[in-house]
């Protein structure tokens, strides 16, 4: 007999009332479109971790309201505790991080499909870095070291000798919001949930916009640089969908999981560059290089080892210079608002799941005959 199935959800809420509100609602509201495109899946049991379980909108949907245990969170022990007191060791278990805008039924329904069939296993979008997961039995997240984050969660599950299959990569699997640039860029996608279309439809106006780029991308006559993070999965999907060149500085791939952005030990080749240079006359030498940029930020923060806050970093993502107060971060929206070309500038999903959002936008192309 199939197991019975349990969708789970956990979020954390934040009062801050700042540009980090709206990346807030956005998440919640991928989440609760979500929860709507999945109702017809026939789950025994829908349960929704939060320290405001109050939040979540869920008409028609029988949801289990969990608080988390009040103290300071680890996605692990969190799990874990939620795994013993709901009872769910025998289920087949998905787990949903927030902010999924594009995940579908159908995907979800075949994951399900998958667990149906082994009687221990587990599916996610990545190995290595997963937003979602599917596993059974749900027993088996008690028996992993519990990890911080849930990006570890299909790495300790697979550390235990359990089969994890990894789904096809795709804007649908492996974008998610983490930054107002994703926002931004969710204004290229089709069919997007109604909740989130009005959170979208929020956003302040910004000079950086993903439509500005896209009559490069069209065009066999010009180049876009691509800077930061980039797998070669994302490189090559988008190098096949788009008609201009593209030039690839891809550095510093897991500097959060190994460690090395909280030692201190990022080291950026652009980093390098503007040090010497100066940032106006890096942004100058970047133009010359490509009609376009899209710049995985993080990186070069990362490099200067001055961390700006949140919403410094958020206010750069809309290219709302005169909000910032980082001195350096400031100087790097203005010269990035100046230079001349279409630019995008953001954290990791920019140079992941956004380079597949934006290779499926890029439609017909513009030849030069």
Known sequence: MPRPTALLLMFGYSEANDVRRLVQDARLAASEDLLSRLRDLGWERVVFCSNRPDILSAPGIEVQRLADDGHRFHFGRELQSLVHRCGLEEHAVLYVGGGLPLLSQQTVGEMLAFLAGCPRGAITNNLHSCDFIGWTP?????EIAPPETDNDLAWQLRRTGMEVAELPRSAETIFDIDTPTDLLLLTLAQDLGSRLSQVVARLPESRLQPQAMMS????FEHSTLLYGRIAHHAW???QQKVACQTRLISEERGMRASGRLARGEVRSLLGFIAEQAGIPATFSLLTQL?????LDTRVLMAHRRQWPSVEDRFHSDLGLAEAIEDDWLRRTTRAALDCGAPVLLGGHCLVSGGLYLLGDAVGPKE???
Request: glycine share 4%; net charge positive; proline share 5%.
């Open 236 to 238: 090559a999907y988008f």
């Open 138 to 142: 749900g027993s088996a997240a008690l």
């Open 367 to 369: 030849f030069p005959f």
């Open 216 to 219: 490069v991308l069209r065009s």
């Open 290 to 294: 490509a009609n376009a940029l899209i």
